[in-house]
C-alpha cells in the first residue's frame, strides 16, 4: 500500500470517527460547558476530546484491521494526538464564535477576515469549527500515512 493509500484511507476513518465523535457521542450538556471559563470548562472539553479520540482510534482501529492497512502504531498514536490537542484548543471556543472579544481560534478567524461573517451568519461558527478539526485531521492522516 503506498503511503497516499494508507494516509486517504486513515483521513476516511479519522473523518468518520470524528463525526460519530463529534456529534452522536458529544451530549448536550457538554457541548454547552466546553466553552465555559475556568475548570468546568476545560474539564467537560477534556471529557469531550477523551471520547472524542477513543471514537477516532475505535475507527482508525476498524479500518486498519478489516482492511489490513499496516498501520504503524507509534503514526497512529501521533496522529491520534495532533487530532486531540487541536480539536481541544478549538472546542475550548464552543459558544463563543461571535464575541466582542475574540480569544483563540476565534481571535483567529477574526483576524484573518471572518469577523464579519460570523456576526452576520449564526451557522459561520459551527463551519469554521469543523473546517477546522478536518483540517487537522488531513495533516493527522498524512502523518499515520507516511510511512512505517
Same mark, same amino acid.
Given at each position: 500500500?503506498?503511503?497516499?493509500?494508507?494516509?486517504?484511507?486513515?483521513? &476516511?476513518?479519522?473523518?468518520?470517527?470524528?463525526?460519530?465523535?463529534?456529534?452522536?457521542?458529544?451530549?448536550?450538556?457538554?457541548? &454547552?460547558?466546553?466553552?465555559?471559563?475556568?475548570?468546568?470548562?476545560?474539564?467537560?472539553?477534556?471529557?469531550?476530546?477523551?471520547?472524542?479520540?477513543?471514537?477516532?482510534?475505535?475507527?482508525?482501529?476498524?479500518?486498519?484491521?478489516?482492511?489490513?492497512?499496516?498501520?504503524?502504531?507509534?503514526?497512529?498514536?501521533?496522529?491520534?494526538?495532533?487530532?486531540?490537542?487541536?480539536?481541544?484548543?478549538?472546542?475550548?471556543?464552543?459558544?463563543?464564535?461571535?464575541?466582542?472579544?475574540?480569544?483563540?481560534?476565534?481571535?483567529?478567524?477574526?483576524?484573518?477576515?471572518?469577523?464579519?461573517?460570523?456576526?452576520?451568519?449564526?451557522?459561520?461558527?459551527?463551519?469554521?469549527?469543523?473546517?477546522?478539526?478536518?483540517?487537522? &485531521?488531513?495533516?493527522?492522516?498524512?502523518? &499515520?500515512?507516511?510511512?512505517?
Amino acid at each position: 500500500m503506498s503511503k497516499a493509500e494508507m494516509a486517504t484511507a486513515a483521513y &476516511i476513518a479519522l473523518l468518520a470517527g470524528h463525526d460519530v465523535g463529534d456529534h452522536w457521542i458529544q451530549t448536550d450538556r457538554v457541548a &454547552i460547558s466546553k466553552g465555559a471559563p475556568g475548570r468546568e470548562g476545560m474539564l467537560a472539553c477534556a471529557r469531550h476530546v477523551a471520547t472524542y479520540t477513543a471514537s477516532q482510534a475505535l475507527t482508525l482501529y476498524a479500518a486498519n484491521r478489516v482492511l489490513g492497512l499496516g498501520v504503524n502504531r507509534r503514526r497512529a498514536l501521533a496522529g491520534l494526538a495532533i487530532s486531540a490537542v487541536t480539536h481541544y484548543v478549538a472546542d475550548r471556543q464552543g459558544g463563543h464564535w461571535r464575541d466582542e472579544q475574540p480569544r483563540g481560534i476565534v481571535r483567529l478567524a477574526a483576524r484573518t477576515g471572518h469577523a464579519g461573517w460570523l456576526q452576520r451568519d449564526p451557522g459561520a461558527g459551527y463551519l469554521l469549527d469543523q473546517s477546522w478539526h478536518k483540517g487537522w &485531521i488531513a495533516i493527522a492522516a498524512a502523518v &499515520i500515512g507516511a510511512g512505517e
